[in-house]
């Protein structure tokens, strides 16, 4: 691992302090940001909801700052890291948004015992999933990783994400699939929009930026360049294994049941006249 990007090196917690000073002062002279928290797994689909979401000028997000969250001032340290971002890339903002959004797809970034950091009223939790053979086929290729690597992620992740729903209690939040935001796009937009209080609607057609598709942030496919919601894929679809297929769907439909307990999602009467 190169040091200089290594956790916990000096260039880092350097790096880290400028960004957290940058993100404090950002909200000196406003009132503070709220914040936007992307619960999922890679190749979920984050990076399109992500497009989609930071093209609303209430909402400022750079796709996947890569951030743990330790503790509250993290949230400073994410703000600035937003910041620094998009004055880096010169990427306009309107200088009013309300929410800065985040994604967390690696366990590493929150551990469960730490949930309560989510429970302020000023963080909105936004949980996402795909169905298990798209999600473990498209992380094999873009990751380059083998079928039982890339299943030993899906099951861990899919239980962390149902730890956290249980741990988030009484605290509400979004549940939404990919296939919800492709075939059921304007009833996702319509929960999307209201849990989040936006003033201005969400649209089908985003901002592509000077990152858009730069694996570092987020996919890096064709389809997410496009500048809006693209649901084919021509991508040859990997053989996996019954076992393989078995545990995924397992820990999926256990995910699926605990996150629509306790979370909001959409119902099969709001998408069947879509």
């Not at 209690?169 to 919800?180: A, C, H, I, N, P």
């Not at 049941?257 to 306790?262: I, V």
């Amino acid at each position: 691992m190169n040091q200089d990007r290594a956790p916990g090196s000096f260039k880092q917690q350097v790096k880290n302090q400028l960004y957290r000073t940058w993100g404090t002062f950002s909200q000196t002279f406003r009132d503070p940001y709220e914040h936007i928290l992307i619960l999922a797994t890679v190749r979920s689909g984050s990076t399109l909801l992500v497009h989609l979401l930071t093209s609303n000028p209430e909402i400022c997000g750079m796709g996947e700052s890569k951030i743990p969250l330790n503790s509250a001032r993290d949230f400073n340290l994410i703000t600035g890291r937003n910041m620094f971002f998009h004055w880096r890339e010169k990427m306009p903002k309107a200088g009013d948004e309300r929410y800065i959004m985040d994604k967390l797809v690696r366990d590493n970034l929150l551990d469960p015992q730490d949930i309560d950091l989510l429970k302020n009223p000023d963080v909105r939790i936004i949980f996402l999933l795909r169905e298990p053979g798209a999600t473990i086929n498209s992380h094999m290729r873009a990751a380059e990783i083998i079928e039982q690597d890339a299943l030993a992620y899906f099951v861990t992740r899919l239980h962390t994400l149902a730890e956290y729903a249980r741990g988030l209690g009484r605290k509400e939040s979004v549940f939404l699939t990919y296939q919800d935001i492709l075939e059921c796009t304007q009833p996702a937009f319509n929960l999307l929009q209201d849990y989040l209080d936006l003033q201005q609607p969400l649209c089908e057609n985003y901002q592509v930026t000077s990152t858009t598709g730069n694996f570092d942030v987020g996919d890096k496919s064709e389809n997410i360049k496009s500048g809006r919601i693209v649901s084919n894929t021509n991508a040859p679809a990997l053989q996996l294994s019954p076992a393989t297929m078995a545990a995924a769907q397992e820990a999926y439909t256990a995910c699926v049941k605990t996150l629509q307990q306790r979370c909001q999602h959409l119902t099969a009467d709001q998408c069947k006249n879509n």
